[in-house]
């Protein structure tokens, strides 16, 4: 495959705990196979950067859990988890309200991303 770069659009969090986890899930299967990949955080899927927030993850039904797929991805990976600056606004969230991997970005880097790479939604 030529192209193994990767954004991944993550919509869902609090929501859909099973989604969002099925995305880190499928990525840290990609990222073994030496992909390169990107997370960009819109909606409730902004969530999953807060401080916190997906050691309380409890409720969710699948795949590892949540808290163990983001710590692979971000920390064994070293992948970036770019939270849409909008949505980060409408929620309060500040980048001292997240985790390290997490930094704030605006729509227009999402769309930058999605010009050279192939892109993945949940």
């Given at each position: ?9 993550i919509?869902h ?27 960009f955080?819109?909606?409730?899927g ?25 710590k692979?991805?971000t920390?064994?990976?070293g992948?970036?988890l ?9 929620y ?11 930094e704030?970005?605006?729509g ?15």
């Amino acid at each position: 495959m030529e192209n193994k770069e990767f954004v991944f659009i993550i919509t869902h969090s609090y929501d859909d705990p099973a989604k969002a986890a099925a995305a880190f899930q499928l990525a840290t299967n990609m990222l073994a196979f030496d992909a390169k990949i990107d997370f960009f955080l819109l909606n409730e899927g902004a969530f999953i950067a807060k401080k916190g927030f997906v050691e309380s993850v409890s409720w969710q039904k699948g795949f590892s859990p949540l808290k163990d797929l983001v710590k692979t991805v971000t920390e064994d990976f070293g992948c970036k988890l770019y939270v849409c600056a909008s949505c980060a606004d409408s929620y309060g969230m500040k980048k001292d309200d997240m985790i390290d991997a997490a930094e704030i970005k605006p729509g227009s880097y999402l769309g930058e991303l999605l010009m050279s790479r192939q892109n993945v939604t949940f």
